[in-house]
């Protein structure tokens, strides 16, 4: 499938956006094209395969919401619907863990098993199968509240809130209805079922921010992300024995900064797109690398799957709702989770683990904080932040380093990898030369960090303003930071990492 910033992508999105309004007058007919281009983009990815199991998948939770509606036991259902979609994500992910076994037992029995290679994980599976999730949890609740669920039992309106081909390929991962710490890019709430059965007749929203958004997502992702990693992360992760210590440091810094970029600009990229075709998407990403501690970093970072995380896992846990030891081990459960819905190697599972522990520690410190100095636990939250500018400043340094080093497991395509990447990182410092200047893009990049604040406030100001400013003025500064993206990216069209997970 192409990718959403390539040529073709850009030309069959324009020509899509033109029928697409033409039919401004029949949100119905809106819907369903948006859903036929939904499936046919899902069919393109993965061909029949990837389509017949959204299809089925699709079905399946339209039938087990009508139970959770009409049945004497709705929870027995919601139950059913949440155990079958995570058995059938689990399947699918972690297909490859038992494909070999598979084979070999049907070569055994004397039965082909060349038909296991071209099974493959289906574009969007594990972001529409969170979605299947909020919305079955969201009729449940309905339900128990006596609130009337509408026309939420639209078999097209369900297929199309799954498939919505802007958000199936790497999020955000939309709601059903809204959800705190939820927002669009003006602070709106963002239900997608409440939008798509809207029955007013839908608008295109905010123009001149959509425009800029895809134009900085452009720069993000294309410029930015591409040159990052051609430069200073790929090589270094391929074989980190060959690089000096210094290197590899930059490639550790280099790739957060990388994933950020791509995954950021992609979701700059979609929430453009639901903006051009009337859709409230929400915002991922907050600045979060100025975050002061590793628990609002997940306030900042992927903020669709964290707060996805706190709403379906965490709370059900029990939050913190029974006692200090409980809370702190329903955190870790939850941080694992994470780690491993991002795919199936033993890396992910060390990653979600270091941020579990992360998240503890930063609990305990807190307690330990509010008794010495006798003030609520409240109170003594970002202790370090609020006490001083170089507390603040401390506080957001030592914040990134967690996150980068935690990000080392993530990127490393084994455990085994990451480790040797880490012993040469403590080890390469001699007897090894450099063979690039890390001094360069430690300069960039302690640049780019003095000047994230600013320019974290000039964009949320920009977005604010974009369409009261008179049209003109944003042409020229937009199509100037477009023709350097062009001439500045680096060759090739980057994908996005998070369409792997």
Same mark, same amino acid.
């Given at each position: ?268 990229? %979609?929430?453009?797109?639901? &903006? @051009? =075709?009337?859709?409230? +998407? ?5 600045? *979060? #690398? ?124 084994? %455990?085994?990898?990451?480790? &040797? @990447? =880490?012993?040469?990182? +403590? ?5 090894? *030369? #450099? ?67």
């Amino acid at each position: 499938m192409f990718s959403f910033i390539s040529i073709e992508f850009g030309l069959s999105f324009i020509a899509f956006f033109c029928l697409y309004w033409l039919l401004g007058a029949r949100p119905q007919l809106q819907n369903l094209l948006l859903l036929c281009t939904s499936y046919l983009i899902v069919y393109l990815s993965g061909k029949a395969q990837a389509l017949f199991a959204l299809v089925i998948f699709t079905v399946f939770i339209y039938v087990i919401s009508i139970r959770i509606n009409v049945s004497s036991k709705p929870k027995i259902w919601l139950i059913s619907g949440y155990m079958f979609t995570l058995l059938n994500l689990m399947v699918w992910k972690y297909f490859d863990f038992f494909r070999t076994q598979l084979g070999d037992g049907l070569d055994t029995f004397g039965h082909n098993s060349d038909w296991l290679a071209g099974i493959i994980l289906p574009l969007g599976i594990s972001y529409y199968s969170f979605q299947a999730i909020s919305y079955l949890v969201s009729l449940y609740q309905l339900r128990s509240n006596a609130q009337p669920a509408n026309r939420q039992f639209s078999l097209p309106g369900l297929a199309l809130y799954l498939s919505f081909f802007p958000t199936i390929t790497a999020g955000p991962i939309a709601r059903a209805y809204d959800a705190r710490g939820l927002t669009d890019i003006s602070s709106k709430p963002c239900g997608m079922l409440t939008q798509i059965h809207m029955p007013e007749r839908r608008r295109i929203l905010a123009p001149a921010v959509a425009l800029c958004l895809i134009v900085i997502a452009l720069m993000k992702n294309w410029w930015l992300s591409g040159w990052i990693a051609d430069n200073w992360v790929d090589p270094v992760f391929a074989n980190p024995m060959q690089y000096h210590s210094l290197e590899i440091l930059a490639a550790i810094y280099g790739y957060t900064i990388q994933l950020f970029f791509n995954f950021s600009g992609y979701s700059d990229l %979609v929430v453009a797109m639901g &903006l @051009l =075709l009337g859709f409230r +998407l929400p915002v991922n990403f907050r600045a *979060p #690398l100025l975050a002061h501690n590793i628990r609002e970093f997940w306030q900042r970072w992927h903020i669709s799957l964290s707060t996805w995380i706190r709403d379906y896992i965490y709370i059900p846990l029990g939050g913190n709702r029974h006692g200090m030891v409980r809370t702190q081990l329903n955190l870790l459960v939850a941080m694992v989770l994470s780690g491993i819905w991002h795919g199936n190697g033993w890396h992910f599972f060390i990653w979600g683990l270091l941020h579990g522990a992360g998240m503890i520690a930063l609990n305990l410190g807190d307690l330990l904080y509010s008794r010495l100095r006798h003030c609520t636990l409240e109170q003594a939250r970002n202790g370090l932040s609020k006490s001083n500018k170089a507390g603040n400043i401390i506080s957001i340094v030592f914040t990134v380093h967690f996150v980068c080093f935690c990000f080392v497991f993530f990127r490393a395509p084994t %455990v085994n990898d990451a480790f &040797l @990447l =880490l012993h040469a990182l +403590l080890y390469n410092h001699v007897n090894v *030369p #450099l063979t690039t200047n890390p001094f360069y893009f430690f300069s960039l990049l302690l640049l780019a960090w003095m000047l994230y604040p600013l320019l974290a406030k000039f964009i949320a100001s920009l977005y604010e303003r974009a369409d009261t400013l008179p049209r003109y003025s944003l042409i020229f500064p937009l199509l100037l930071l477009l023709i350097l993206v062009l001439i500045c990216a680096p060759a090739g069209i980057p994908g996005f990492i998070y369409a792997n997970f």
